[in-house]
């Protein structure tokens, strides 16, 4: 009877562990689903930017933007802490750029380009960084 | 010994301690000064990076500074950071080919200047034009190793530098982005020349992927472009994508300073 429980018990850690595996399967793959959705929105607003549609550009940054203040992830706070000024830096530039006669083109947008490729190498670090 | 292995994750961005205590890192592109997009990076700033990222030494040369044609100004800022600095820099002069350029490549020869940094889109000229041939020829002369920018704004640049080269077979060239733009076509032209080096900075992580995966080792230097790429993030993503795709510990050396040390080591 005792061996039986004992059993039971392990049967009931077991469970546990699954579900703790299952839970931080899920965890991991919200964390790549953001990351996922932050650099497709970014190269969607460089391939934008390269083309001069800038109001699409700074469409998608805001996307971005909004996506990073919503990730919702402790262990990612400190990258988001780097990328979102970053994104915000970008929109001030280009809301800049479009304020003046003569438009500037990407080319001349070294530091929004630097940016936008920065955000997305940490995108694909952390995405490379499993837990 | 796979060097990954000694990752950990006690910095923002988890640069390896090993990678620091053991490796000596020299970044091959940094800036102080303005540029005309406003940026700016003031030396004490500079200085702080480095030695927070633990970057023993940088080639450091001016923006696209717009307060004279010749960067005599600029340039100037320049030499006074290296003498205040000796050890920490490896000093370059910008030049821009449109201007009266022969004095100033001659005042910065005279003051020990190491090599020098050309922007074909912001200075507006073409690789192979004559005034930049002219700059060329000079600095095979004087031995002076030249950074330039093959980034956005640029086409078919393997074709032109393979003729530069041709044609002044002994100058050494930096190509500051690594030729992004026209990647694998410079790859297959270039990579296996000795006096041609691949410069990591601002670049996509996926471009450094492919140069990691290219190029000989002995042709890579990293780079940060530092104000608009931070040196952490640089660094980051080299070392990452080194150990990705399985690089030695003895070629990563090579890359983050040993390349470099060849060719400006005292």
Not at chain 1, 64 to 90: H, V
Not at chain 2, 98 to 125: A, C, M, Y
Not at chain 2, 213 to 237: R, T
Request: charged residues 30%.
């Amino acid at each position: 009877m005792i061996k039986s429980l004992k059993n039971l018990e392990g049967v009931k850690n077991i469970e546990e562990l699954i579900q703790d595996i299952i839970n931080s399967r899920r965890k991991e793959n919200i964390r790549l689903i953001h990351y996922l959705r932050l650099y497709t929105d970014i190269t969607s607003a460089y391939e934008d930017l390269y083309v001069k549609h800038r109001d699409q550009a700074i469409y998608y940054l805001n996307k971005a933007k909004r996506s990073g203040k919503d990730f919702d992830i402790k262990k990612e706070e400190k990258f988001m802490e780097k990328i979102i000024p970053m994104i915000e830096e970008s929109i001030v530039l280009i809301k800049k750029a479009k304020r003046k006669k003569k438009k500037p083109s990407i080319h001349q947008m070294h530091r929004v380009k630097a940016n936008l490729l920065t955000i997305q190498g940490i995108c694909v670090i952390r995405m490379l960084k499993r837990s | 010994m796979k060097w990954s292995k000694y990752f950990v994750a006690d910095r923002a961005f988890e640069i390896s301690t090993w990678v620091f205590e053991n490796l000596e890192i020299w970044d091959s592109h940094t800036h102080i000064g303005f540029d005309k997009d406003e940026m700016n990076m003031s030396l004490k700033d500079l200085l702080k990076n480095m030695k927070k990222y633990n970057i023993k030494k940088s080639i450091l040369f001016p923006l696209n500074d717009t307060r004279d044609q010749t960067f005599n100004i600029a340039n100037d800022e320049i030499y006074a950071a290296y003498k205040k600095h000796p050890k920490k820099f490896i000093h370059f002069f910008r030049l821009n080919p449109h201007s009266k350029w022969k004095d100033e490549f001659n005042l910065r020869v005279e003051q020990g200047f190491r090599g020098i940094k050309l922007h074909p889109r912001t200075q507006n000229f073409d690789l192979d034009s004559a005034s930049a041939m002219q700059i060329y020829e000079k600095a095979e002369e004087k031995n002076l190793p030249i950074l330039i920018h093959t980034d956005r704004g640029l086409n078919e640049i393997g074709d032109k530098i393979e003729a530069v080269i041709k044609e002044y077979p002994k100058l050494k060239l930096i190509l500051g982005h690594a030729a992004f733009v026209d990647m694998d076509h410079t790859i297959r032209k270039l990579s296996r020349s000795k006096n041609i080096y691949f410069e990591t900075s601002a670049i996509a992580v996926f471009d450094i992927f492919d140069i990691l995966q290219k190029v000989e080792p002995y042709s890579i230097v990293y780079g940060s472009d530092i104000p608009y790429v931070d040196m952490e993030y640089s660094l980051e993503s080299i070392i990452h994508i080194a150990d990705a795709v399985n690089i030695s510990m003895k070629n990563l050396q090579k890359m983050l300073s040993g390349n470099l040390r060849k060719w400006f080591d005292d």
